[in-house]
T-cell receptor, first 118, second 112 residues
Framework: EAGVTQFPSHSVIEKGQTVTLRCDPI?????LYWYRRVMGKEIKFLLH????????ESGMPNNRFLAERTGGTYSTLKVQPAELEDSGVYFC????????????????FGAGSRLTVL | GENVEQHPSTLSVQEGDSAVIKCTYS??????FPWYKQELGKGPQLIID?????GEKKDQRIAVTLNKTAKHFSLHITETQPEDSAVYFC???????????FGDGTTLTVKP
């Protein structure tokens, strides 16, 4: 099966500009997560979709970040306006719906989108 | 919320030696503990996991141990090979909740 696809792989923008990251999860995976890794620190949770609904967005840093998952398929994460501290690698991961053996716990990650804000 | 600490941050071993990475967690509700390996240019990939009703799990050269009382778990890699070089992340999760909480990662280098 196709894996989790993220685009772009690398984006360099100036402070104040807007960037939109896209994630295509594994087909049929209800759960979609966004995570971020900054400067060699932990992979930090941002938010969790179940199909098209935001299940948990407690990790979103502030209202400059907007995530959507229209139709419960692909997801976008928009940063507007970008600040220097937003630089990092943004990972998307997906997993099966709850109740499918242990599939809901096993995350499949994309390769990440590296964001550099200058 | 859950807090996961991972040590060491970097680890260098000679090919054929063993490598051990340790993690502690804070939330006693966590009951699922996966380990992910991230190679250069790729996303983290699950290599082994353990649930709280099990103390140890093995898969060829990789093993994970869990001490629920002390809230710590460890990854053991035996007979290391250069292709084991990567960043390893531990994580903790409550299977009744959505998100996983990750450690800071350990950069393992296996010298030939």
């Amino acid at each position: 099966e196709a894996g989790v696809t993220q685009f772009p792989s690398h984006s360099v923008i100036e402070k104040g500009q807007t960037v939109t990251l896209r994630c295509d999860p594994i087909s049929g995976h209800d759960n979609l997560y966004w995570y971020r890794r900054v400067m060699g620190k932990e992979i930090k949770f941002l938010l969790h979709f179940v199909k098209e609904s935001k299940q948990d967005e407690s990790g979103m840093p502030n209202n400059r970040f907007l995530a959507e998952r229209t139709g419960g398929t692909y997801s976008t994460l928009k940063v507007q306006p970008a600040e220097l501290e937003d630089s990092g690698v943004y990972f998307c991961a997906s997993s099966q719906r709850q109740g499918v053996s242990s599939g809901a716990n096993v995350l499949t990650f994309g390769a990440g989108s590296r964001l550099t804000v200058l | 919320g859950e807090n996961v600490e991972q040590h060491p941050s970097t680890l260098s071993v000679q090919e054929g030696d063993s490598a051990v990475i340790k993690c502690t967690y804070s939330d006693s509700a966590s009951n699922y503990f996966p380990w992910y390996k991230q190679e250069l240019g790729k996303g983290p990939q699950l290599i082994i996991d353990i649930r709280s009703n099990v103390g140890e799990k093995k898969d060829q050269r990789i093993a994970v141990t869990l001490n629920k009382t002390a809230k710590h778990f460890s990854l053991h890699i035996t007979e290391t090979q250069p292709e084991d070089s990567a960043v390893y992340f531990c994580a903790a999760k409550n299977t009744n909740a959505g998100k996983s909480t990750f450690g800071d990662g350990t950069t393992l280098t296996v010298k030939p």
